[in-house]
Structure formats: structure tokens, C-alpha cells
């Protein structure tokens, strides 16, 4: 049972910087593609960035240009480093594997306030 433990969000004023965490036990974490998805108030789940076991990364381009994605497989975590952040960044952040999603950790709360 793979369990997804989002981390690090908080509120922060427009122009501020965030780092999210997302560490994945229980699974073969190194050979997966790996997202970062959100939520914001009244939306639906969508898609914010990914990256595969190479490293190679793809973006929202709501995102592009703001925020980085990265991993490190020795410590089964994926990161997404927030830069300029915008009020309509506020959501729940989540983590999970790209394909055959695994069951949804509870999130972290971003909140960006004009």
C-alpha cells in the first residue's frame, strides 16, 4: 500500500515563494513519472507539472516560467519549488504517479493572498 504525504504548504503574499514535498512510501518510487496536481476552491483536480524517472519535466503553462519541479529518488521525494506566486495559485497541492494512479494523499494547502 503506497501512502503520498504532501508537505510544506502555508499562506504566503502574492510574490512569495513556496516548497512542496511529496514523499511516496511503500513503492518503486525511482521508475515513475511523478505530478504535482491542485485543486483550487470550487475546481476540479487539475494537472500542474510532471517528471519522469530521467528527470524530464512538462508544465501547465499557468506555471511555466514560476515553477520547478524536481525529485530525489534516494529519498522517494518530489518537489515543486513555487516562485511569484499568484492568488489564483491557491488550492490544495498534491503529489501522485502519472499513470495507475495510486490512492490520493491528503494534500497541502497553498494560499496566496493579494
Known amino acids: 500500500q503506497v501512502q503520498l504525504v504532501e508537505s510544506g504548504g502555508g499562506l504566503v503574499q502574492a510574490g512569495g515563494s513556496l516548497r512542496l514535498s511529496c514523499t511516496a512510501s511503500?513503492?518503486?518510487?525511482?521508475?515513475?513519472?511523478m505530478g504535482w496536481y491542485r485543486q483550487g476552491p470550487g475546481k476540479q483536480r487539475e494537472w500542474v507539472a510532471d517528471?519522469?524517472?530521467?528527470?524530464?519535466?512538462r508544465y501547465v503553462d499557468s506555471v511555466k516560467g514560476r515553477f520547478t519541479i524536481s525529485r530525489d529518488n534516494a529519498k522517494n521525494t518530489v518537489y515543486l519549488q513555487m516562485n511569484s506566486l499568484k492568488p489564483e495559485d491557491t488550492a490544495v497541492y498534491y503529489c501522485?504517479?502519472?499513470?495507475?494512479?495510486?490512492?490520493w494523499g491528503q494534500g497541502t494547502q497553498v494560499t496566496v493572498s493579494s
Open positions: 511503500g513503492s518503486t518510487f525511482s521508475s515513475n513519472a
Open positions: 501522485n504517479r502519472i499513470s495507475h494512479q495510486y490512492t
Open positions: 517528471i519522469s524517472p530521467f528527470g524530464g519535466t
